[in-house]
């Protein structure tokens, strides 16, 4: 590499403004995209958090995934996805790059550190897919709402657990674990009187509820918890 010429850096691409890219700024309960518009961008993270929401044909909505920062969404449109499948809405104040296809497409062909991150993020969510359906499949709602807290709280990335910025309704996390908001509600209550999570303006998972999800043995509450 001569001495005019720069390392390409992925952060600073996706902090930066230029061709085929525009930052854009949503607040709390905007719609970035809904589910059967046209696909043809990326977009990325730079600030908050949005959920992605989807509605069967018979109007039920579910949410399926929670984002932050650094994370990726709507890159469908790269596997030849014409419509959006689901709706992203922001949580909280967002600051989101838009990344047109094309120079997204452009950028993994030519940037090698990019490609590395994108494919990184996309086996990420592939895992992460993988492992939700493992959750619904196997084990107690209970153990689904700790993981899904867990996860809200960045728990496993770099550095420690963080308080939930965004308030997350109590509705919203039924619809991401498949129960009803009266058992989230019983087990919020059950998590913060065991020390688990606490409440002080935001929510604090700590990491003491881990041993919710690792633990086999512990007694669960069993379907016939009150409604």
């Known amino acids: 590499m001569t001495s005019s ?17 525009t930052i854009k700024e949503f607040k709390k309960n905007q719609i970035v995209f809904s589910q059967g518009e046209t696909a ?3 977009f990325y993270i730079e600030d908050g958090k949005v959920k992605v929401t989807v509605v069967s044909g018979q109007g039920k909505e ?33 600051v989101i ?4 296809k094309g120079a ?6 030519d940037e090698p550190s990019f490609s590395e ?12 897919a993988e492992a939700d359906l493992v959750d619904q499949l196997f084990n107690s709602s209970e153990k689904r709402l700790a993981r899904a807290l867990l996860l809200l709280a960045n728990f496993g990335k770099e550095g420690r657990p963080e308080p939930i910025i965004a308030k997350i309704s109590q509705d919203t996390l039924a619809e991401m674990i498949g129960t ?12 913060r009187r065991l020390g688990f999570i606490s409440y002080n303006g935001t929510l ?19 379907d016939e918890t009150p409604d």
Not at 5 to 21: I, N
Not at 104 to 109: D, E, N, Q, Y
Not at 180 to 191: A, D, I, Y
Not at 210 to 219: A, F, G, H, K, Y
């Open 40 to 42: 043809n961008s990326v």
């Open 117 to 128: 991150v994108f494919i990184s993020h996309l086996l990420a969510r592939t895992l992460r």
């Open 180 to 191: 009803t908001r009266s058992r989230v509600s019983f087990f919020m209550n059950k998590f």
């Open 5 to 21: 010429e720069t390392a390409f850096v992925p952060t600073a691409f996706l902090a930066r403004v230029g061709v085929g890219r």
């Open 204 to 222: 604090e998972v700590h990491s003491s509820l881990l041993s919710v999800v690792l633990n086999n043995d512990q007694p669960h509450i069993t």
């Open 62 to 94: 579910a949410v399926v995934a929670i984002l932050s920062k650094a994370d990726f969404f709507g890159e469908g449109c790269l596997s030849g996805q014409p419509k959006r499948i689901s709706t992203v809405t922001a949580m909280a104040p967002c």
């Open 104 to 109: 997204i497409i452009k950028v993994l062909h």
């Open 97 to 100: 790059m838009e990344i047109e």
